[in-house]
T-cell receptor, first 111, second 111 residues
Framework: QQQVKQSPQSLIVQKGGISIINCAYE??????FPWYQQFPGKGPALLIA?????SEKKEGRFTISFNKSAKQFSLHIMDSQPGDSATYFC??????????FGAGTTVTVRA | ETGVTQTPRHLVMGMTNKKSLKCEQH?????MYWYKQSAKKPLELMFV???????ENNSVPSRFSPECPNSSHLFLHLHTLQPEDSALYLC??????????FGPGTRLTVL
């Protein structure tokens, strides 16, 4: 049973555009929502994370928006650059050792 | 480098072989994890070790056998695998329930 559903599976954006990735969850006990970035041949690396007590968190060009009532959260990549081309995974946990991951979104930024 | 190393990076084995994957972390973390990553699917948590004690086993077939001799090393022993076990196997570590740091993975192909 997939606890976190992620969409789209892939997206293409022009350089300078905005990339938006959406995730939805069912378990209301989740209280930690990280996003991971993975480049080919590398393991995932933490990009940004949010907890349900805030609705938005921004780090540089990356922003997480969180909607607790809708049980949804999203990643926005502003001013997308070719170096942002990677696979992005959302995840959720109850602040324990078990992260439930989405299936991933492959982002391609065209120059 | 993330401070989590995995060897070998690539492994091809027959269904009757026995092999082991190795993971080492140099970050002073106390928890270590094995994940399976298959194309277009969420990362699947296989095992969690906290202070060398296994705290999670997500219904993983017995042909996968983990070993954690100390908090810096983690092994995954493989025997009589099936072709559907072909995947990228990722090791991660964390300090308690904080950010998980991933290694680059071992690409396993079972013939």
């Amino acid at each position: 049973q997939q606890q976190v559903k992620q969409s789209p599976q892939s997206l293409i954006v022009q350089k300078g555009g905005i990339s938006i990735i959406n995730c939805a969850y069912e378990n209301t006990a989740f209280d930690y929502f990280p996003w991971y970035q993975q480049f080919p041949g590398k393991g995932p690396a933490l990009l940004i994370a949010i907890r349900p007590d805030v609705s938005e968190k921004k780090e540089g060009r990356f922003t997480i928006s969180f909607n607790k009532s809708a049980k949804q959260f999203s990643l926005h990549i502003m001013d997308s650059q070719p170096g942002d081309s990677a696979t992005y995974f959302c995840a959720a946990s109850m602040d324990d050792y078990k992260l439930s991951f989405g299936a991933g979104t492959t982002v391609t930024v065209r120059a | 480098e993330t401070g989590v190393t995995q060897t070998p990076r690539h492994l091809v084995m027959g269904m009757t072989n026995k092999k082991s994957l190795k993971c080492e972390q140099h970050l002073g973390h106390n928890a270590m994890y094995w994940y399976k990553q298959s194309a277009k699917k969420p990362l699947e948590l296989m095992f969690v070790y906290n202070f060398k004690e296994q705290t999670e086993n997500n219904s993983v077939p017995s042909r996968f056998s983990p070993e954690c001799p100390n908090s810096s090393h983690l092994f995954l022993h493989l025997h009589t695998l099936q072709p559907e076990d072909s995947a990228l196997y990722l090791c991660a570590s964390s300090l308690n329930v904080q950010e998980q740091f991933f290694g680059p993975g071992t690409r396993l192909t079972v013939l």
